[in-house]
C-alpha cells in the first residue's frame, strides 16, 4: 500500500463554493501529480509539480490551482465548484529519476466529487 | 493524433485459464510502458514496467510483452483468480511527451 493520503474521499458540495483536495504523500516523492478521471474513461493528466515552489498545467484544461509550499503536500483547489467538476480526481507522485521519465506512480485512493 | 487502444469490452474468463489483454498504440515514441490495475473507487496500482528496448518481462503470475514494431503490448495473467478481478491500464512514457499517458483500462472478471 502506497503512503499517499487524499482528503476528503467523497465531498458533494454545490456550485459556486470553494473547495481544497488534499494530498499528502509520505515518501519524499519530488515529482506530483493530479489526475482527473471519469467511468470508464482514461486518467487525465490537470497539474504536475516536479519539486516546492514548481507547478505545472497538465493536459486537460482545468480551473483549478495546486500549490507545492512543502514537498509531501499538493493541495488542489476549485475556486467556484461547477457540475462540469464533477469526477474522481486521483493524485500520485513518484520519484524524480536523474534521466527522467518512466518512473513509477504512486496513486493515493482519490476524492469523488459531486457539484449540484 | 496519439492514441492508446485497449478493449472496451469485459472480459470475462474462467479461474484457472490464463487472461490476455492488449494495448495498442499510435503515434507515440514510448520509452517505457507500464500495466497498473484498478480495483472499483481506488487509485491504480503500479504492476509491471517494461523498457522500449526488452521483448518480455515477468512479475509471478503476470507477463507483459512489448512489440515496438507492432505498437503493442500484450499483459497475461496466468492461472487467473477471482482475486484477479479487476481494471488493469496501460500506461506510456514517451520521449517529448514527458508524462506518463494512460489507456481507459480493459476489466477482467475471473469466474470461479
Known amino acids: 500500500e502506497a503512503d499517499i493520503y487524499q482528503t476528503p474521499r467523497y465531498l458533494v458540495i454545490g456550485t459556486g463554493k470553494k473547495i481544497t483536495l488534499e494530498c499528502s504523500q509520505t515518501?519524499?516523492?519530488?515529482?506530483m501529480y493530479w489526475y482527473q478521471q471519469d467511468p470508464g474513461m482514461e486518467l487525465h493528466l490537470i497539474h504536475y509539480?516536479?519539486?516546492?515552489?514548481?507547478?505545472e498545467k497538465g493536459d486537460l484544461s482545468s480551473e483549478s490551482t495546486v500549490s507545492r509550499i512543502r514537498t509531501e503536500h499538493f493541495p488542489l483547489t476549485l475556486e467556484s465548484a461547477r457540475p462540469s467538476h464533477t469526477s474522481q480526481y486521483l493524485c500520485?507522485?513518484?520519484?524524480?529519476?536523474?534521466?527522467?521519465?518512466?518512473?513509477?506512480?504512486?496513486f493515493g485512493p482519490g476524492t469523488r466529487l459531486l457539484v449540484l | 493524433s496519439q492514441k492508446i487502444e485497449q478493449n472496451s469490452e469485459a472480459l470475462n474468463i474462467q479461474e484457472g485459464k490464463t487472461a490476455t489483454l492488449t494495448c495498442n498504440y499510435t503515434?507515440?515514441?514510448?520509452?517505457?510502458l507500464q500495466w497498473y490495475r484498478q480495483d472499483p473507487g481506488r487509485g491504480p496500482v503500479f504492476l509491471l514496467l517494461?523498457?522500449?528496448?526488452?521483448k518480455e518481462k515477468r512479475k509471478e503470475r503476470l507477463k507483459v510483452t512489448f512489440d515496438t514494431t507492432l505498437k503493442q503490448s500484450l499483459f497475461h495473467i496466468t492461472a487467473s483468480q477471482p482475486a484477479d478481478s479487476a481494471t488493469y491500464l496501460c500506461?506510456?512514457?514517451?520521449?517529448?511527451?514527458?508524462?506518463?499517458?494512460f489507456g481507459k483500462g480493459n476489466q477482467v472478471v475471473v469466474i470461479p
Open positions: 515518501m519524499g516523492h519530488d515529482k
Open positions: 500520485a507522485s513518484s520519484e524524480r529519476r536523474v534521466a527522467g521519465g518512466g518512473e513509477t506512480q504512486y
Open positions: 509539480s516536479y519539486g516546492v515552489n514548481s507547478t
Open positions: 500506461a506510456l512514457w514517451a520521449y517529448g511527451n514527458n508524462r506518463l499517458a
Open positions: 517494461i523498457r522500449e528496448n526488452e
Open positions: 503515434n507515440y515514441s514510448p520509452a517505457y
